[in-house]
């Protein structure tokens, strides 16, 4: 099985590291992508969220997480000329919810959650991997945040405008 990774069936999966990203994807109209994820209907619910994810191992950066998350979970590459990606040098710390507990080391009960915002050039189609997310869809940003089930999400999505206008004017001071 060249090229492949061999791990004997019975060996666990590791546990995730308390430690992600969250990427708002957005358009210059300030429209976010959202996306479903697939255990919501399994969970009684549906949780339309942002590209989140944890890194793969604790040397990780974040900017190399956030890309990997982003090309994982929707297909669009942070890299292209078209599309900027900005570390929005925020974070969040929170309880994790309960049904995820279980994909954390015994004792894990909080997360650091690093902020990015993405900027593509317009709504665009996204290519989902149907075991993590089920459908994506692009919404105003205030129509985007009452949507998101997570609260950190939501003020993420909320701080957009924000973030926007010193993300200009960083550029303006750059030139």
């Not at 003020?155 to 004017?169: C, H, N, S, T, Y």
Request: aromatic share 10%.
């Amino acid at each position: 099985m060249k090229g492949r990774s061999w791990r004997p069936f019975f060996m666990a999966k590791p546990f995730k590291i308390p430690q992600s990203v969250l990427v708002v994807i957005y358009t210059a109209a300030l429209d976010v992508l959202l996306i479903r994820r697939a255990d919501s209907q399994a969970l009684g619910e549906t949780y339309w969220q942002s590209v989140t994810g944890s890194k793969d191992h604790a040397d990780e950066d974040w900017h190399s997480t956030a890309r990997r998350e982003v090309l994982e979970e929707t297909g669009i590459d942070c890299s292209a000329p078209s599309n900027h990606l900005a570390d929005w040098q925020l974070e969040n710390v929170y309880d994790i919810y309960p049904q995820w507990l279980h994909r954390y080391a015994p004792g894990v009960a909080r997360n650091t959650e690093h902020l990015f915002g993405l900027c593509v050039p317009k709504r665009c189609d996204v290519r989902l991997n149907p075991r993590e997310h089920t459908a994506f869809q692009w919404l105003p940003y205030q129509l985007a945040a009452d949507q998101c089930f997570s609260p950190s999400n939501a003020e993420a999505i909320l701080q957009l405008p924000r973030m926007v206008q010193r993300a200009e004017r960083q550029q303006e001071t750059e030139r």
